[in-house]
């Protein structure tokens, strides 16, 4: 996929701060690192997006990756509504989306794998361990879920990542992680886990977790 694509799928929301939103989120999340990220997704199957939003990260992949069927949910019943309509302008039939809550959600099919895109630095850090349970409990044996976030050192990258995030969300709740925290942690509700960094020119301190089943 090229920028061009990109420029499609964030042409087709409607409303001009969620536009000008995507696009900050693409220039964090570039394309390299979704194309590196997408490398560890299974090449057909079912898929499921925690914490979707406006559906932005799962329509780049429903496009690329013709042959997966994204769910993409989350607890916000606008952004659910806006990700729906753009999958259906943007012509993406392998791309869902529904309101759900993530540690209460059952999924009702045989999902091939997950994945949340810097979600668990803006949750409450007492809602991981269930949330990661629960993907854990959804995922069949050797299936991956893949956690892409961000970690706490060194300590002006963390400083700069909290100041971009609360420029797009000024109400933001950030809770960051220890890069061994949280691999105790994917490791006690039962993953074999493997993490390593991606390096950005900005100073971001992007950290990939791949947690297998």
Known sequence: ?????????????????????????FKIMHQQFLDEIGQYLPESGQILDM???????????????????????DIDKARIQM???????LSLPNVRYEVADAITYECGTTLN?????DIVHHISPETVRPLVR???ALL???????????????????WFTFLLDKL????????????????????AVGFEVFRHAMVDILPYPHILYICQK
């Open 1 to 25: 996929m090229s920028n061009k694509d990109i420029a499609e799928i964030i042409s087709v929301y409607d409303s001009k701060i969620v536009k000008a939103y995507c696009w900050g989120r």
């Open 140 to 158: 069949p044996p050797g299936s991956r879920l893949i956690i892409k976030d961000v970690k706490t050192e060194p300590v002006y990258k963390r």
């Open 51 to 73: 914490g979707c939003g406006f559906g932005l990260f799962s329509l780049y992949y429903a496009k690329k990756f013709p042959g997966l069927s994204i769910i993409g949910i």
């Open 113 to 117: 794998g997950a994945y949340m895109l």
């Open 168 to 187: 797009l969300d000024p109400q933001a709740h950030l809770n960051y992680w220890k890069e061994q925290d949280m691999t105790d942690l994917l490791i």
């Open 134 to 136: 629960k993907i854990h």
């Open 83 to 89: 990700a729906q309509k753009a999958a259906t302008l």
